[in-house]
């Protein structure tokens, strides 16, 4: 049975796009398939794998003609055990389009029961908003992820997401809504106020709180900026081994073998 975990935050720039691409690549480097999909209109997860190209099918055909099925909007990558469907919603009145069918909360759930034997995993970067697309995401997910940047600001980012995550929990009543913890990116122990605001949430949030930290990376930037996830662009840094022993925890943690 396929596990859905979805990348959530209503706040940009906190390594949202980047722990998905690379906790997938995590998976399938582990030998698990995975089905890499990205929600955001940014596009940014095509442009971080290094595809350059316009996407003939993508997002917008998997909101917007439920009769294609998910199979022919996977994009065809060199990438082993993965498969991508690609951001390809261009322009605002696709947008709207998209997020008019979005407002159907149970629309992707249903959308992908129809790979529910063919992967491992579906891992989904949703927008940073709690928008139609963001609720569908949180909606079908067995396990969400919250990425969180450790600055000054991150505690009040955090507690505006908690009360938009209670407040779904009380209209989705027939969803159990599991948050599979706070994953603290961009982390480095020689800024104080990093230090600060870890030591803040594992006080305060414990057991939510991933003990895996994404360290503030030179590796990780390369990477993206070449089109390529940190595993496969240098194995044996201390960022792609963050990713792993974040792929190692949540199938620990939550019996995911």
Known sequence: MTAIISFVSQKGGVGKTTSAINLATAFAFGGYSVLLVDLDPQSSIRFSVGINQK?????????????????????????????????????????????????????????????????DFVIIDAPASTNNMAINAIYCSDLIVLPLQCESLAIKSLKRFLVAFNELQQKLTDKNLRLAGILLTMYDREIEVHRKVSQQLYKALSDSVFETIIPRNEAIIEASAIGKSVITYKLNSIGATAYIRLMNELVDKFYLR
């Open 55 to 119: 996407i003939p099918v993508g997002t917008k055909e998997l909101f917007l003609n439920p009769d294609i099925p998910i199979a022919d909007l996977v994009q065809d990558t060199d990438h082993e055990n993965m498969d991508f469907i690609f951001s390809n919603i261009e322009t605002i009145s696709n947008e709207r389009s998209v997020f008019k069918i979005g407002d159907n909360s149970k629309f992707l759930k249903e959308r992908l029961a129809s790979v529910s034997d063919t992967y």
